[in-house]
């Protein structure tokens, strides 16, 4: 029976020492870290994130800015808040919350993010910096970068003479978590929706990470016996077993038939899913520590 990776425990984990950063930062240089969040529109599910990210900075001592704009919103007006946040000097982490309505270009408001305050990591500045192995100065984004660390909680920091498979191939997930289980030397496979013989890619992985979207894709036989398990995929499904009308959040495995075979992983909810939120406060601490020239956390 594989183990729990317990995700909400690290992310306290990771909270309490954001804390002690944001304290230090406060102490030693007057600072107080500032985090903006920018929301276009009004999708239900995008205010919760923001919500709940708001209120996390502020547990953890930031000041926390949310910029609330209409779902018409031209371009040119993002471009200039953006720019602005760009300036502020108590502003030391933008996020623009995505999706953004279809009328705008997504790609070209997160690349005007000043690398240094890119908390989600999504610059071409900062996925650069992570290929070429630059630690000091980028930032990683938040979700490769939370289950990374549950990944070292239970391998530890050096990964060498592991097989990493990570199913999933985006700009926002799975290439930053290939690259970072290659700095940890694994040896790494990167599969996707054209890859032959998944099952058998997949059971070759120490490590395997799924970040499909496909509810239960990964079943059992795919994986090899005594491997640790990072479900990323987040899928609401119907559940007719808990009364009609009810829904439920699954990953990408399927749970039970995984749980006999592995050796550890993450549950969905409560495994990557609390990192994620984790991983930007502690961003947002490091670019402010980076900004005010003292020493970040790593
Ligand atoms: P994308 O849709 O951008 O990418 C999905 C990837 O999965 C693509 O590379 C695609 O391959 C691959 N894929 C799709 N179907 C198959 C298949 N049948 N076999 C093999 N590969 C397949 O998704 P994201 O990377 O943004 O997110 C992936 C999942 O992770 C989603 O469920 C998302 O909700 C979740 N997620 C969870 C977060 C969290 O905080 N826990 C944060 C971010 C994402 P190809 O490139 O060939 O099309």
Known sequence: MASVIDGKAAATAVLADVTAASERLKREAGVQAGLAVVIVGDDPASHVYVASKGKRAEACGFRSVQHTLPADTEQADLLALVERLNADEAIHGILVQLPLPGHLDASSVTQAIRPEKDVDG???????????????????????????????????????????????????????MGQLLLAANATVTMAHSRTADLSAVCRRADILVAA?????????????????????????????ERGPGKTRLVGDVAHD??????????????????????????????????????????
């Open 257 to 298: 038939e995984a749980e006999a075979v592995a050796g550890a992983m993450t549950p969905v909810p409560g495994g990557v899913g609390p990192m994620t939120i984790a991983m930007l406060m502690a961003n947002t601490v490091i670019a402010a520590c980076r900004q005010a020239g003292i020493e970040a956390p790593s």
């Open 122 to 176: 999504l610059t071409v500045v900062n996925a650069g910096k992570l290929m070429s192995g630059d630690r000091s100065s980028g930032l990683v984004s938040c979700t490769p970068a939370g289950a990374m660390r549950l990944v070292r909680d239970v391998h530890g920091e050096d990964l060498s003479g592991l097989e990493a498979v990570v199913v999933g191939r985006s700009n926002l997930f799975g290439k930053p």
């Open 212 to 240: 499909t979207g496909r509810a239960g894709m990964v079943r059992g036989d795919w994986i090899k016996p005594g491997a640790t398990i990072i479900d990323v995929g987040i899928t609401r499904i119907d559940a007719p």
